[in-house]
């Protein structure tokens, strides 16, 4: 099972938005409803911001907002804050039963 | 308040075995899968295994599939990995993770910190 394709790095300025990208196949990412989306600060456990593509947790704040269309899945931050950089990494349940997780993605805030 | 602690980790040699535990508090252990993922040195996460709330549906990544056996006790409230045949890619801190909901299709919600296992000579 291959990696799910996300952009290396993302950047962007205080109050600004941006969206990072998880591209997958028709056997992930386009065959569920079921990917997610991690924050992962340095030295820290991943925490839960986005599942079933667009559902957020109680806690997380409504900047953080998820989509999909096809087999490309995305994460967007609305209002962009200091305490947003982070590592991001999607994952998706997958035809043969298992999670795939995307590269990650280094989110800076400028 | 859900908290997931590890145990397990540490040194261990190629070629050899290591048998992670986790263990669970905050929440009804058996109503929800359970998941093992992992995280190199500098790099991305990697799913390696999943167990069904009931311990009935076990799942794994090619990576790892015939070295790997998770199982779940859940009159203690504790998952288990166990590794065979080590290898210096194996090098990770194993995170134990929790899932929405009791079938493995269910994602992820909540992480321990993890427990660093180095297969080194």
């Known amino acids: 099972q291959s990696a799910l394709t996300q952009p290396a790095s993302v950047s962007g300025s205080p109050g600004q938005s941006i969206t990072i990208s998880c591209t997958g196949t028709s056997s992930d990412v386009g065959a569920y409803n079921y990917v997610s989306w991690f924050q992962q600060h340095p030295g820290k456990a991943p925490k839960l911001m986005i599942y079933d593509v667009s559902d957020r947790p109680s806690g997380v704040s409504n900047r953080f907002s998820g989509s999909k269309s096809g087999n490309t899945a995305s994460l967007t931050i609305s209002g962009l804050q200091a305490e947003d950089e982070a590592d991001y990494y999607c994952s998706s349940y997958t035809s043969s039963s298992n999670w795939v997780f995307g590269g990650g993605t280094k989110l800076t805030v400028l | ?121």
Not at chain 2, 31 to 42: L, S
Not at chain 2, 54 to 70: M, N, Q
């Open chain 2, 1 to 121: 308040e859900v908290q997931l602690l590890e145990s397990g980790g540490g040194l261990k040699q190629p070629g050899g075995s290591l048998r992670l535990s986790c263990a669970a508090s905050g929440f009804i252990f058996n109503n929800y899968a359970m998941n093992w993922v992992r995280q190199a040195p500098g790099k991305g996460l990697e799913w390696v295994s999943g167990i069904s709330g009931s311990g009935g549906g076990t799942y794994y990544s090619d990576l790892v599939k015939g070295r790997c056996t998770i199982s779940r006790d859940n009159s203690k409230n504790t998952l288990f990995l166990q590794m065979d045949n080590l290898r210096a890619e194996d090098t990770a801190i194993y995170y134990c993770a929790k899932c929405i909901g009791t079938s493995g299709r269910r994602p992820i919600d909540f992480w321990g910190q993890g427990t660093l296992v180095t297969v080194s000579s």
